[in-house]
């Protein structure tokens, strides 16, 4: 069965983090698809407000990982060009460390995520109505 929210405006994007983390739970492995400017790294601050994360969520280009209090990690896999920096990083030590992990970018690093992975696509529609469906 595929799951779907429709974010119209910014101003909607909390309350659609709540929904979403009510509806994938007891999920804590999310993966995001979408293309550069979706809004894969806003959506990720909604869904870390909604988790209580009271610090400032940035994109981890090129950290790969940023830790929050929880914990839960955000990780941008877009500036990696082999699946061995993955493995060299520790990411399956993060997976399977039971916090949450929200991974941007996951194509190259697909093989290593577990089969209860909530894989989350957005898509910009033409008037701007964003489509976040798993």
Not at 26 to 34: E, G, K, M
Request: aromatic share 12%; with cysteine.
């Amino acid at each position: 069965m595929k799951n779907e929210l429709k974010i119209t405006s910014l101003e909607e994007i909390d309350a659609a983090a709540q929904e979403f983390l009510q509806r994938v739970a007891p999920a804590h492995i999310i993966a995001f698809y979408a293309k550069m400017g979706a809004g894969k790294t806003t959506f990720t601050k909604a869904i870390c407000k909604a988790l209580g994360v009271d610090e400032a969520v940035t994109s981890p280009t090129f950290a790969i990982v940023n830790e929050y209090a929880g914990p839960i990690y955000h990780f941008d896999f877009y500036r990696l060009k082999r699946v061995e920096e993955a493995f060299d990083m520790g990411f399956e030590d993060y997976l399977y460390s039971g916090a949450w992990c929200l991974i941007e970018w996951p194509e190259l690093i697909e093989d290593l995520l577990p089969k209860e992975t909530v894989r989350v696509h957005i898509l910009v529609e033409e008037d701007g109505t964003r489509t976040v469906s798993w």
